[in-house]
């Protein structure tokens, strides 16, 4: 069962019950849909799509931000046999004629922020005959999305799909380069689906509080509703007190979060400007899951501090595994926070060396996976698609290591290794120790040229707010917790750029302390 059919089941089981909310706090906004509303629009999206020439295998760009109109254009454009195309909102429009370059889109559906960067780029994009605009003010050339869909048809458009069939195609985020594109086929997301609903123990009655953008494949945490026809939450204005306003209003069961969040949330709870009591503790919110990117264990035991009744679990994936859940820590694990756990439902993991050879317990290796979320491969790039996916194993790019009891541990990640005297240096293990450090709020590790070892550790330091950090502080604290040869020999105290997903965007800290810019 695809996706989409997911959704038209559910309307049919389910008619009146609450599929969607969003919610758009600064604005006072809230708007609820059930899955009969919901499977409806999807079909009338689609059919838009349909009398515009949109074809199966057809490609369809698609740049808005979070909203419910967000993922009635997403599976709408599913449901045509056509490829969805999200794209980062933070892209330009170099990022934008990149993308369209390469997959050819015949149509985009565009939100009100992205006018001017997609009207700036109208000559650069010659395969694109239709733009359909969400919003109000459309502009010349544009059609308006609201306009169309409501005389649309509901019955869905007749379009045979196979679980092999192409459904969607990721950009992917860029930390480690330009965004490689990533082809997903129905059975990939199908397979992202059933693993959220059977590792998370989804039930019916659960409320999941959509946070992340939805351009990225975090996204599949919340596909996990579609299996059992459960509600989402969709809060479109993320930071402590909107999500502590959210869960409790709303009566949100299961939550994920980004680290930057957890770490805004606790904070706003040490100084007092939340307090759990007048949110009558969050006791309806069961289950917390973080990840996308390393999770320090001071912060999730910090958390647990705070919610003590509330089962953690961190959640590992990545684009090309169709997002989380190829390797999970597991409610109930606890005593191994740290670790990214064991492999999910019906997915294999194992560490190899550089000759694709599984090293010994404790050593460092690569993480391979395979499963049926395993990307279909990069988009016009069979090279780079035989690399990742040699010998039938996603090589993903993560060093790790797996410990006696079978929990993989993850080190950094393979383009992040510095490389000193000889040295590999693992610059997660470096930040898990500075974050121990209670004036620093944030920090990453990069490389730096240096002539006699070719690279050398450099310390990016984001103090606390409220606080000052000098370098003999922290010098003294890191100090007695590292060998020496893994002492940053440079201190730059600057914010740490993140992604919207939370990630470290290394690539731009390298590129503005020692130059060096990195390729595809």
């Not at 001017?116 to 999305?145: C, K, N, S, W």
């Not at 869960?247 to 949100?252: A, G, P, R, S």
């Not at 590992?316 to 859940?325: A, R, V």
């Not at 996916?389 to 993850?410: C, E, K, P, Q, V």
Request: charged fraction near 30%; hydrophobic fraction near 40%; glycine fraction near 8%.
């Amino acid at each position: 069962m695809t996706v989409v059919e997911m959704i038209a089941r559910n309307a049919r089981m389910y008619p009146n019950d609450i599929a969607l909310v969003e919610l758009r706090p600064s604005k006072g906004f809230r708007r609820q849909i059930t899955w009969k509303e919901f499977d409806q629009r999807v079909n009338r999206v689609a059919n838009v799509l349909v009398d515009r020439g949109v074809r199966k295998g057809d490609r369809v760009v698609h740049w808005m931000m979070n909203s419910i109109d967000w993922l009635e254009a997403y599976f709408g454009i599913i449901r045509t046999g056509a490829w969805a195309v999200p794209l980062n909102f933070r892209f330009d429009g170099r990022d934008l004629k990149y993308c369209v370059d390469i997959v050819e889109a015949k149509v985009m559906i565009l939100g009100e922020q992205f006018a001017e960067r997609v009207e700036a780029a109208y000559a650069q994009l010659p395969t694109i005959e239709h733009y359909i605009f969400v919003g109000d003010g459309v502009p010349r050339g544009m059609e308006r999305f609201e306009d169309m869909v409501i005389e649309a048809s509901v019955i869905p458009p007749e379009v045979e799909m196979q679980d092999e069939d192409e459904a969607a195609l990721y950009f992917t985020s860029g930390t480690t380069g330009p965004p490689k594109p990533i082809l997903l086929t129905h059975k990939n997301l199908e397979w992202g689906a059933t693993v959220q609903a059977f590792e998370h123990q989804t039930e019916h009655d659960d409320n999941f509080l959509i946070c992340p953008p939805l351009y990225h494949l975090a996204k599949i945490h919340w596909f996990g509703n579609l299996i059992v026809g459960a509600q989402g939450t969709l809060l479109t204005e993320v930071d402590p007190e909107k999500m502590f306003d959210a869960i409790y209003k709303e009566k949100v069961t299961r939550i994920f979060l980004l680290v930057p969040w957890a770490q805004d949330i606790l904070g706003a709870l040490d100084r007092g400007e939340l307090r759990k009591e007048d949110y009558d503790n969050l006791s309806c919110c069961r289950r917390v899951h973080m990840g996308a990117q390393p999770v320090p264990a001071s912060l999730v035991k910090r958390w647990k501090e705070y919610f003590p009744d509330m089962l953690y679990e961190t959640d590992f994936g990545l684009s090309e595994s169709t997002g989380p859940g190829c390797i999970r820590l597991g409610y109930g694990n606890e005593h191994k926070i740290g670790a990214i756990g064991k492999a999910g439902l019906n997915w294999e993991a194992r560490i190899a060396d550089e000759n694709d050879k599984d090293v010994v317990e404790g050593e460092v290796g690569e993480l391979l996976v395979r499963g049926n979320g395993v990307m279909k491969g990069y988009f016009k790039n069979p090279e780079r698609t035989a690399e990742a996916l040699r010998g039938g194993w996603l090589h993903t790019g993560d060093m790790a290591r797996i410990d006696s009891d079978g929990f993989i541990y993850l080190v950094d990640r393979k383009k992040d290794v510095i490389i000193s005297g000889g040295e590999n240096i693992f610059p997660a293990e470096i930040e898990e120790v500075f974050r121990g450090h209670p004036k620093i709020h944030d920090v990453a590790m990069i490389g730096i040229p240096d002539e006699r070892l070719g690279e050398v550790v450099a310390a990016v330091i984001d103090a606390r707010p409220g606080t000052s950090l000098n370098e003999d502080e922290v010098k003294e604290f890191y100090e007695p917790r590292l060998p020496k040869y893994k002492w940053p020999r440079r201190i730059i105290f600057d914010a740490v750029p993140r992604n919207p997903t939370g990630k470290i965007e290394k690539p731009k800290l390298r590129e503005k302390y020692s130059g060096k810019q990195e390729a595809f």
